[in-house]
């Protein structure tokens, strides 16, 4: 199976740390956060890696080039969300099932193991938390999506969709016809919800740890977490 990993993004609210460099590459023990990214693909066994990058993108170059990882970078042009950033994807990717990975995210080997499913479904990660209104939530009915809401402002549910997902080639199709949101993005939720009304998207709800690089405070608290599972991040 291959992988895309969204790598593009600036991360704002990282600033100052971001002002030089992508968010993926903050040095969390000593490494660039993207190595823990990349390291745990390899333990996968998934050898065809597609990076997403844009903003700063010679400072990936840079690191791909230092730590030797064997990977393909795909260029985002233009900044117009995550639907739009797997799109760059299509050639890489081809016929083939391929997990959507957010690179400022990390999930154990255990549970990206459960998504590594050759078949025409779409799966989503689910994990259950208590600041819902933070997420996107998803709806469930006998284990299939029902619809991805984002960021509701009253409680329809606690399962958080957590940043990545396995998915099949009919997802570029649905891209291609989403419009451009009020943000001026190509939200992949709205290809998402178009694949789970035709029944094609399931739900693997996270039994492991989640770490998430989204601000400041996060550092700190990811680099606990690493010190003290070196059976993980070997």
Do not use: C
Not at 21 to 32: S, T
Not at 58 to 85: N, P, S
Not at 106 to 121: A, G, I, P, T
Not at 131 to 147: A, S
């Amino acid at each position: 199976m291959k992988a895309v990993v969204l790598a593009a993004g600036k991360g704002t609210r990282l600033m100052p740390l971001t002002e030089n460099k992508p968010k993926v590459l903050i040095e969390i023990n000593g490494k660039p956060f993207l190595w823990y990214v990349l390291n745990l693909f390899k333990k996968l066994g998934i050898k065809e890696i597609a990076l997403i990058v844009g903003y700063k993108k010679e400072k990936i170059q840079e690191f791909v080039a230092k730590y030797g990882f064997a990977v393909t970078l795909v260029e985002q042009k233009e900044q117009k969300g995550t639907g739009h950033a797997t799109l760059q994807a299509k050639e890489f990717v081809g016929d083939e099932n391929f997990i959507v990975y957010h690179g400022d995210g990390l999930w154990s080997e255990k549970d990206l193991q459960r998504f590594m499913v050759e078949d025409e479904f779409t799966y989503m990660a689910g994990k259950h938390v208590e600041d819902w209104q933070r997420y996107g939530i998803l709806l469930e009915e006998k284990g299939f999506l029902k619809e991805k809401v984002e960021k509701p402002q009253k409680f329809i549910g606690d399962l958080a969709w957590v940043g990545f997902f396995k998915t099949t080639p009919e997802i570029f199709v649905e891209l291609e016809k989403v419009k451009l949101s009020p943000r001026g993005e190509i939200e992949v939720t709205d290809a998402i919800n178009a694949l789970a009304k035709k029944k094609k998207v399931k739900i693997i709800s996270l039994q492991d740890y989640w770490l998430d690089l989204g601000a400041p405070e996060d550092i700190p608290k990811i680099e606990k977490f690493i010190k003290g599972h070196p059976e993980y991040f070997s």
